[in-house]
């Protein structure tokens, strides 16, 4: 019999899958871009909250992680009038749930490298409005962000590291244009 960490488990791993899906619903609905944005926000959060909720925590440390980090997604969005600020989006918000949902859910006490190459994939996938590049490049983010998480077994190392990597794409993008 499954345990609700087994299914949350495959349900990460086709997490873009789901993404794919609710773009395309929301697509023929939205009409401003920043809508489109927020909404997925939204999307990725909601999919957070069950992630903790649902989740098995073996430890009283775990479970206080997990709802603290809850707390502090749902401070930003609050705090980014309910996703509106993109940029605070991008740089805290987006690494706490990815981090959370990559690195803790799928491989917490694991070294399995399927996990570690099919998580890394999987979170290169939710990038695909990007194309090609963005799907790749993210993955390889990913096995990167999942080799430190799995030698250093600190969640919050993997969440500055992803957060520091998005202030600087951000960056870059700006002194582009």
Request: charge should be positive; hydrophobic fraction near 55%; include cysteine.
């Amino acid at each position: 019999m499954f345990k609700i960490n087994n299914i949350l488990i495959i349900c990460i791993l086709v997490l873009p899958f789901f993404s794919i899906l609710f773009n395309f619903i929301l697509v023929k609905s939205i009409s401003h871009p920043l809508d489109y944005l927020r909404y997925n926000y939204y999307f990725f959060y909601v999919i957070f909250v069950i992630s903790v909720l649902f989740s098995d925590k073996k430890t009283h440390k775990e479970f206080i992680m997990s709802i603290l980090l809850l707390c502090i997604a749902s401070f930003i969005i609050l705090l980014t009038k309910y996703g509106k600020n993109i940029k605070i989006n991008i740089i805290f918000l987006m690494p706490i749930i990815e981090e959370y949902l990559f690195r803790y859910i799928l491989l917490r006490g694991s070294t399995n490298p399927f996990l570690l190459i099919a998580g890394a994939i999987s979170f290169g996938g939710l990038h695909y409005i990007g194309g090609w590049k963005e799907i790749i490049s993210k993955s390889i983010i990913g096995i990167f962000l999942g080799i430190v998480f799995i030698y250093t077994k600190c969640l919050i190392i993997c969440m500055i590291v992803h957060s520091v990597f998005n202030f600087i794409i951000i960056k870059l993008k700006e002194n582009s244009s």
